[in-house]
Structure formats: C-alpha cells, structure tokens
C-alpha cells in the first residue's frame, strides 16, 4: 500500500501567490515525522520543512509552512508568495519511528511559477 | 552544500556490466542511505547503513549490494546491469538516533547512470 500519495503530478502557480501542494500519508505507527523536501532542475534535494506527529502546531520556516491534519493523516505544504526560483519539483516524505532512520517519499508534484 | 559527496556524477556503461557507486557522508554522520530515482518509480529507497552494519533494506535487487566502510563511506556495486537501471541514484546521511523522528536526511547530488 502507498504510504505517502501526492496526487498532484503538476501544478501551475502566477508569482507572488500561494500554493498548496497535497500530501496524504498512512501509517500505524503513533509516532512519526514529515518531511517536504524540493527538487530542482539541477537535481540536488533540499531540505524545506518537518512536522512531528506530536507537535500540536503547524511547522513554519520562512515562506513554507505545513498544514498538518493527524485526523485526515494530510500534510499540505504551503508557499506563500511564490518566486520564480520556486519551480521545482516536491516530495513529501515520512519516517515512523519503528522503521528506523529511512524516509518513504511521495511521487512528487511538479510545481511550475508563472511570471 | 549538503557535506555528502557522491562520485561519480555520470556514468555511461552498457548492458550486463558492473559498476561502482561512491558516497562520503557528512563529517560526523554515521547512517548513509541509498535511494534510486526513476521517471516510473519515483524515490525509492534501497538501503541504509548505520556504523557499518546494514541496518534496513528497502527494494534492493539481488544484483545490487553496497556496504559501508570503517572510514564511515558507502559503496553500492550494480552488476549485470540491465537497461531498467538507469536512473539517478542518491546517497543521503544522517546522524540517526534510534526512535527519533526529525532527523532529517542530508542527500548528495546523485550519481546519473546510464545503461545502454
């Protein structure tokens, strides 16, 4: 079964917007953690953003912030004010604490900003 | 820069051959991760290293192995290769703490092979 489902394969977004990028996650394990991670056309991944499945609020780091909904098991990632250079592609990912240390990542959503 | 270094960048090589992958951790991380990236696939994870020790397997073919070395680098060894392998093939570490949940991955710029 998918772990992690991103059903978005791509997405359009004008500069200066906002844009959600959709995340689903499945998992047992009562203690896990969520990452978005972003890919560019050079093809290196970067590190944007983590969520704990404990942590009662929302994770924010600059212009990325994660809209997190234990109950409904999503974790969206929202870019606020969306730059060029944010063209990319984005993963989401998890660990669950009784898998050891890997990340299980998503399909990934081509994100595309328009000028 | 992520402090993980993989080498080579590109290799080109043909069916049924055998090839090596390199990666070199950040300065202190003990656990390297091997992932493969492909268009059909997506990331996958295929292996990870604590300290030497092999310490979970993901979707790994036969024909691929990899160990770690006491100098704490990784290789990964692709034989028989087929045209299906080729793909960008990541290296990440970390300094993993079991049961910790936020360690996040430090991944390298990848190793693109190309099998024809």
């Known amino acids: 079964a998918q772990k992690i489902t991103q059903t978005q394969p791509g997405m359009f977004v004008q500069e200066k917007e906002a844009v959600t990028l959709d995340c689903t996650y499945d998992?047992?394990?009562?203690?896990?953690?969520l990452f978005w991670y972003k890919q560019p056309s050079s093809g290196e991944m970067i590190f944007l953003i983590y969520?704990?499945?404990?942590?009662?609020q929302n994770a924010t780091e600059g212009r990325y912030s994660l809209n997190f909904q234990k109950a409904r098991k999503s974790a969206n990632l929202v870019i606020s004010a969306s730059q060029l250079g944010d063209s990319a592609m984005y993963f989401c990912?998890?660990?669950?604490?009784?898998?050891?240390?890997?990340?299980?990542f998503g399909q990934g959503t081509e994100l595309s900003v328009k000028p | 820069d992520s402090g993980v270094t993989q080498t080579p960048k590109h290799l080109i090589t043909a069916t049924g051959q055998r090839v090596t992958l390199r990666c070199s951790p950040r300065s202190g991380d003990l656990s390297v991760y091997w992932y493969q990236q492909s268009l059909d696939q997506g990331l996958q994870f295929l292996i990870q290293?604590?300290?030497?020790?092999?310490?979970a397997k993901g979707n790994i073919l036969e024909r691929f192995s990899a160990q770690q070395f006491p100098d704490l680098h990784s290789e990964l060894n692709l034989s028989s290769l087929e045209l299906g392998d080729s793909a960008l093939y990541f290296c990440a570490s970390s300094s993993y703490t079991q049961g910790a949940t936020n360690e996040k991955l430090f991944f390298g710029s990848g190793t693109q092979l190309s099998v024809l």
């Open positions: 998992t047992s394990d009562p203690s896990y953690g």
């Open positions: 290293y604590y300290n030497g020790e092999e310490r």
């Open positions: 969520q704990g499945s404990y942590d009662q």
């Open positions: 990912a998890m660990r669950e604490q009784n898998q050891g240390g890997k990340l299980i």
